[in-house]
């Protein structure tokens, strides 16, 4: 017997306010049923594993334990890095390279960390 990721959770503040900012980030909607006080939302992604979003009492205190890296899919790590700081995001820890590689460690508006990695294209222009 084996088993599948069926969600991956987060634990929220505010559960549509941050999956809406979720959404804008992987540019998927939120669940047509999904209204702002709602105690859980959902972002369904193409691959169908689903980020459902929950609201918790308390708030985030701890370094994650499990998080999320993000690959752009066009442009690069750097401007994709840009666009999430102009939505609400925050840089964590800044582990680029002087040659290019590396990942920045960033945190949603709630606080919970993510990394942005280099893109296919540029992972494949040093390989």
């Not at 505010?14 to 979720?22: H, L, Q, T």
């Not at 205190?61 to 790590?77: A, F, V």
């Not at 680029?96 to 960033?106: L, Y």
Request: glycine share 8%.
């Amino acid at each position: 017997m084996t088993s599948t990721i069926h969600n991956v959770t987060v634990d929220a503040r505010d559960s549509y306010e941050i999956a809406s900012w979720w959404g804008q980030v992987l540019g998927l909607p939120l669940d047509p049923e999904d209204n702002p006080g709602d105690p859980e939302c959902l972002i369904q992604l193409p691959s169908g594993i689903r980020y459902l979003f929950i609201n918790v009492p308390e708030g985030k205190e701890l370094k994650n334990r499990l998080h999320i890296d993000l690959q752009p899919t066009d442009g690069t790590r750097d401007e994709e890095v840009e666009r999430l700081l102009s939505i609400g995001a925050s840089v964590y820890e800044d582990h680029r390279k002087p040659d290019g590689t590396g990942w920045v460690t960033m945190r949603d508006p709630e606080g919970n960390e993510f990394c942005v990695e280099r893109s296919a294209a540029e992972r494949a222009a040093t390989s």
